[in-house]
Every structure is written in C-alpha cells, then in structure tokens.
C-alpha cells in the first residue's frame, strides 16, 4: 500500500503557473508509475498526465507543452508543473499511484487539491 498526499494547489490567475506535489509514503522506486487526474466541476475525473518508474511520460492533450510531470526519488515526492493556465485547468487534482505493471490506476488517490483559474 502507499499513502499520497498533495499540495500546491490554489487560485491563480490565466496564463499563470502552479506546481503541485505529491509526498508518497514509500521509495518511488518501488512504484512502478505516478499519475496525476483532475476532475473538472460537473465532470468525470480524467487522466492528465502519468509517468513511470523508467521515465516514459504520457500527458492529455489538453495539456501537452504547458504541462511537465515529473518525480524527485530521494525525496519520494511527484510533481506536476503546469504552466501557461487556462479556465478550463480548474479543477481538483489528484495525485496517484500505480504499484506494479499488472494493476492499474484507482486503488490509490491522494486527498485532492483544489486548482482555481480565473480570468
């Protein structure tokens, strides 16, 4: 199991840019990939972007070029930097974890952060 929990969210203005962070309760060497999901207001969580043990990078294509996921083994921490903010960005964050190549993701979620662009 693995615990997250995020920080970093708030309310920024469009065309600005957040960083969010997520601590993980174990050595992300042993996660096999961290991802993170937004769910906008009155709509499903989706996927924004995720990344593996190994570095290979998958992002939405909302997001692609204004977005760079990333992680900091020795502090056991991801990190989405999201740059360039638009009103469509808000919503609530979710950091998440994968364990091993044969799970899949929704078995473990951070808290949520809330990420508010106004115009």
């Known amino acids: 199991q693995v615990q997250l929990v995020e920080s970093g969210g708030g309310l920024v203005q469009a065309g600005g840019s957040l960083r969010l962070s997520c601590a993980t309760s174990?050595?992300?060497?042993?996660?096999?990939?961290m991802g993170w999901y937004r769910q906008p207001p009155g709509k499903q969580r989706e996927l924004v972007a995720t990344?593996?043990?190994?570095?290979?990078?998958k992002y939405a294509d909302s997001v692609k070029g204004r977005f760079t996921i990333s992680r900091d083994n020795a502090k056991n921490t991801a990190y989405l930097q999201m740059n360039s903010l638009e009103l469509e960005d808000t919503a609530i964050y979710y950091c998440?974890?994968?364990?091993?190549?044969?799970?899949?993701?929704?078995?473990?979620w951070g808290q949520g952060t809330q990420v508010t662009v106004s115009s």
């Open positions: 174990r050595n992300l060497f042993s996660i096999y990939a």
């Open positions: 990344m593996t043990s190994s570095g290979s990078q």
């Open positions: 998440a974890a994968r364990l091993t190549v044969y799970s899949d993701w929704g078995d473990y």
